[in-house]
């Protein structure tokens, strides 16, 4: 054999050492690493249902559907928000709607009776931005925080929301997504 071909077979043969080594490295990190991203999605939902009924001191029951997803969980479809003697508060959720460039995912809360939105929060997209990204700020979050159930639309359809200037499509994702997410939990708590 000559002298090339054995440095190339040592220096193929580092390459590879280095990759099993750093393969094993990585799936010995991302068991613990998994478990605390699944403690932190948790944590963070919980954070955000709080900000929408934070009487409930975190006092929130899933409420799970029939479909089971990849992890082997049911799904939630929705929370009941309790108070401190176990009585039903309000409800709060997260739907994910079309927004006019991606997915919106919008966070919600309604009171136990369905008369008032308790307040919302968009925690992803990707609309347009200087647009439909005004969707996550205060002036637009604000309309959504006690306002009757029956004035969620738009102002220009009769409602009390302001849709965002040049985002129209945006501002009614996020109603649409209040409005049929509530729809979706009165009727499966009737």
């Not at 690493?33 to 029951?61: D, Y």
């Not at 991606?102 to 647009?131: K, Q, W, Y």
């Not at 302001?162 to 009614?172: E, F, L």
């Not at 996020?174 to 708590?189: P, R, Y």
Request: proline residues 3%; negative net charge.
């Amino acid at each position: 054999m000559s002298e090339s071909n054995k440095e190339t077979i040592v220096v193929v043969g580092k390459i590879v050492l280095i990759s099993v080594v750093a393969a094993i490295l990585l799936g010995i990190t991302y068991v613990p690493t998994s478990v605390q991203l699944k403690i932190n999605e948790e944590n963070s939902r919980v954070a955000i249902l709080n900000e929408l009924i934070p009487e409930s001191n975190n006092n929130f029951e899933p409420v799970e559907g029939a479909v089971i997803n990849e992890d082997g969980d049911r799904e939630v479809l929705y929370y009941r928000a309790k108070d401190a003697s176990g009585n039903i508060i309000g409800y709060a959720f997260f739907k994910q709607q079309r927004g006019s460039q991606s997915l919106i995912i919008v966070a919600g809360g309604v009171d136990s009776s369905f008369t008032t939105v308790r307040g919302m929060n968009v925690l992803s997209h990707e609309e347009t931005p200087g647009l439909g990204a005004k969707i996550i700020e205060p002036a637009f979050r604000n309309q959504f925080t006690d306002v009757p159930l029956a004035s969620l639309s738009l102002s220009n359809s009769g409602g009390s929301i302001d849709a965002i200037t040049g985002a129209t499509i945006s501002s009614k994702a996020v109603v649409d997504a209040l409005n049929s997410k509530i729809s979706e939990i009165k009727e499966a708590e009737k």
